[in-house]
């Protein structure tokens, strides 16, 4: 704005020099006095604007990181410039992406002649993706408070907002207190047959008939029992589903992203397990593919692939992402699917595509439960509608026990879990699988 706007301080006493005008019958000096006080207003506002600072004397920069993330206070600083020979007072807002929090969302500043000042104020973003700022805006007054300046510096630019990546190091503090408790330095065997040949021992009961080495028997005349050493890194693919039934929200997030966050979770805990992750994210098709990989790197790999990832209102092809799967991996790998199971219907296609991953892959269901469901089933009944509504939600319960009934009885592992708590419980079951060695 190059042109000021008159303050609240002006516009009073222009309406005090127009009640006067108003009053020439009845008093006598009114209409000079008016116009006198009219006069005077005038030329302290035109005194007052040529010792405004200006906005060309003002420099206004925007500092943003290169990345945002959901459910935490992400900072955003400004710094104003003050090229005058004055003092600046000024109110700053910035044009921010809809549906942001902000706090504070304005900002007051005292900048001295011929220097600088930052502010700073954090947004904490409702979901991911791009988003955009626009301009900031500056207002500020006049010396004697008169006029009222505004201007905007365009400062346009485009961010991407990454789901929080949650730490393991809760975990690993616990894994490293768990080895240090224990006395000497041991190698890992494993619970079952698997991994590679280490030794040969005799035959203690109990031992798993399976490690019974018959030729060594028959050398030995008793019976001797391999020693495998455990495979330290196991592979892990993370499906996630991005269909219909990810798209509702629980706790302001939606099971999407709830899945991605559990996803994130888990790859942190198998990188400090020495494991690979990748995922495969699909729909109708497949959206996104991060190969397995277990440096620390992979985590921004992730990052890069899930941020921006939506849920679609199509049916999810489970065939067609497990056939992506046994087309690009071979090697035996514990499969973790985040999903919603609804009903038998919805899990027939399930179980055959679960059938095709078994023997070579270890299925893991991560199913994530409707709390609000769960509440209507257990309403209380006080009109006609909320029987209808507790019968509905008694039946979507009964069909979705059993169909992660089913999927048990095939040999599917499953967690099913409030979407707040499924990041731990599947991390919790990827540790039990592991110290079982059954990945």
């Known amino acids: 704005m190059r042109c000021p706007l008159p303050s609240k301080k002006l516009l009073l006493g222009l309406g005090i020099a127009g009640v006067i ?36 004397q003002i420099q206004v920069t925007r500092a943003l990181p290169s990345r945002l993330y959901t459910g935490v206070a992400n900072s955003i600083s400004v710094c104003v410039e ?149 495979e330290r890194s196991k592979t892990i693919i993370v499906m996630v589903d991005c269909g219909r039934m990810m798209a509702p929200v629980a706790d302001g997030l939606s099971k999407l992203d709830h899945a991605i966050n559990a996803t994130l979770m888990l790859a942190s805990a198998a990188i400090a397990h020495s494991d690979r992750l990748g995922i495969v994210a699909f729909h109708h098709s497949v959206e996104r593919y991060q190969a397995p990989r277990g440096d620390r790197a992979q985590i921004n790999r992730l990052l890069d692939a899930l941020y921006d990832l939506q849920p679609r209102l199509v049916e999810p092809d489970y065939a067609g992402a497990f056939a992506f799967l046994n087309a690009h991996h071979r090697r035996r790998s514990l499969v973790v699917l985040i999903t919603d199971l609804i009903d038998e219907a919805a899990s027939e296609a399930l179980l055959s595509g679960v059938a095709a991953l078994r023997p070579a892959h270890l299925p893991l269901l991560v199913a994530i439960r409707d709390e609000s469901v769960e509440r209507a089933a257990v309403d209380p009944l006080d009109s006609v509608a909320s029987v209808y509504r507790r019968a509905v939600a008694e039946e979507v319960l009964l069909d979705r026990a059993a169909a992660l009934h089913r999927l048990r009885s095939r040999g599917v592992v499953t967690v099913d879990a409030a979407p707040r708590a499924i990041s731990i419980a599947t991390v919790n079951q990827y540790l039990a699988l592991k110290a079982e060695n059954r990945i």
Request: proline share 9%.
């Open 82 to 230: 003050n090229h005058a020979r004055r003092p600046l007072r000024a109110r700053v807002r910035d044009d921010y992406p809809p549906g942001f929090a902000v706090s504070p969302p304005e900002l007051a500043c005292r900048v001295p002649p011929v220097s600088r000042g930052t502010l700073t104020y954090h947004v904490t973003a409702p979901g991911r993706g791009e988003v955009s700022f626009g301009s900031t805006w500056l207002r500020w007054n006049s010396p004697m408070g008169l006029l009222l300046w505004q201007h905007a510096w365009p400062g346009t630019a485009t961010r991407s907002v990454y789901p929080r990546a949650f730490d393991y190091s809760r975990y690993a503090l616990e894994q490293r207190a768990h080895l240090m408790r224990q006395p000497g330095a041991r190698r890992l065997r494993s619970i079952v047959s698997g991994g590679d040949f280490e030794s040969l021992r005799e035959y203690v009961p109990g031992d798993d008939p399976r490690r019974i080495d018959w030729k060594a028997t028959a050398r030995h005349d008793r019976l001797v029992c391999r020693n495998y050493e455990e």
């Open 21 to 56: 005008l108003l009053l020439p019958g009845r008093v006598a000096s009114a209409l000079p006095l008016g116009i006198a006080l009219n006069a005077l207003l005038l030329l302290l506002a035109m005194l007052d604007a040529t010792m405004s600072v200006r906005g060309g």
